[in-house]
């Protein structure tokens, strides 16, 4: 069966601040109508650090 789509969702891409590494996810545009910020752990610099959306993909 095919997944249903969300139409209030949007692809975002969320890049690190202190490397080049990005994480791909999908966020609710009626919830949060403003740009993400979060902190997610980072395999490249090994520690949390502030995730932010950068745009769609």
Same mark, same amino acid.
């Given at each position: 069966?095919?997944? $249903?789509? @969300?139409?209030?969702?949007?692809?975002?891409?969320? %890049?690190?601040?202190?490397?080049?590494?990005?994480?791909?996810?999908? #966020?609710? $545009?009626? @919830?949060?109508?403003?740009?993400?910020?979060?902190? %997610?752990?980072?395999?490249?610099?090994?520690?949390?650090?502030?995730? #932010?959306?950068?745009?769609?993909?």
């Amino acid at each position: 069966m095919a997944k $249903k789509v @969300n139409k209030g969702a949007a692809k975002v891409c969320l %890049k690190s601040t202190e490397s080049p590494h990005c994480y791909y996810t999908t #966020k609710n $545009k009626r @919830n949060l109508p403003n740009k993400m910020e979060i902190m %997610k752990y980072d395999p490249v610099v090994g520690k949390h650090v502030m995730y #932010k959306e950068t745009g769609k993909f």
